[in-house]
Each structure stands twice: as C-alpha cells, then as structure tokens.
C-alpha cells in the first residue's frame, strides 16, 4: 500500500464505526483498505482528529458494556433435552471475555475496585519523605 491519504469523510467513518464498540480498529481498517498503524500514525498528528479518537472509543466502551446485559440476560435455546450446557459455558465465555475486555481497555471505569485498609488496631501508615532526606 503506497501512503495513506485519508480524507475528512474516511476518517468520519472510522470514528463512527469505532464508536459503535463493534469491531476492533484492526478489523475496521482493513474493511477500509489500509493498515491501523496508519490511521493511528495519522491520529498522532491530528490532534482533533486524536480527540474524536478518544471520544469514540469511550462511547464504544460504554456499549460494549451495555452488550454485557444483553448477554447476561438472553433467554437461552432450549432443545429436546432442555438447555444445552455448550451454549450455557459459550455465553459465560463471552461475558468474561467482554468483561476482561473492558477492564483491560479502562481499569479506572471498568476494573475491579481495589479497597486498601488497615486494622482498626494498626492503621496504615503514610509516610512522605523527601528524596536525599535523612532516613531515621
């Protein structure tokens, strides 16, 4: 491929299908015909264009997760013999994964809450103490 010239209209495109929260960047970029890196090099001295990025994949990340409810909460196939376990641990695959997913993309947003305390007997201890200070 010879150098990428993306025009207002392509890049419009790759920003509303990355806001979708569909399709990974890689994917899309190749539907459209060029390398990720390219785009991501062309976002890197664009800086509206960075912060239309940004915003995309914020919005993409907030329905990812609200795809998250659609799978906890769709009824599953039932056959002769009831619900099949295979579809059962394939959906549970898809949660994790989509979960794992998110928490990787935004630890701050999507990640596990880490809560750190002492015991009420010995509290945690701050201590600040300047670089080349004397240590006591």
């Not at 998110?102 to 809560?115: F, H, I, Q, V």
Request: glycine share 8%; with cysteine; net charge negative.
């Amino acid at each position: 491929m010879g150098e990428l010239i993306l025009t207002p209209e392509l890049e419009q495109e790759v920003i509303y299908q990355v806001g979708l929260g569909e399709k990974s960047l890689r994917a899309i970029c190749r539907e459209l015909g060029f390398s990720h890196y390219a785009f991501l090099n062309h976002v890197r001295e664009n800086e509206q264009l960075a912060n239309q990025y940004t915003r995309a994949k914020e919005i993409g990340d907030d329905l990812a997760f609200d795809y998250l409810r659609e799978l906890q909460t769709m009824e599953p196939e039932r056959g002769k013999f009831g619900v099949d376990p295979g579809w059962v641990a394939w959906k549970r695959q898809q949660v994790d994964t989509l979960k794992w997913e998110l928490s990787k993309r935004n630890p701050r947003k999507y990640g596990e809450a880490l809560k750190v305390s002492g015991d009420p007997e010995q509290p945690l201890e701050v201590v600040i103490r300047r670089v080349g200070a004397k240590q006591e």
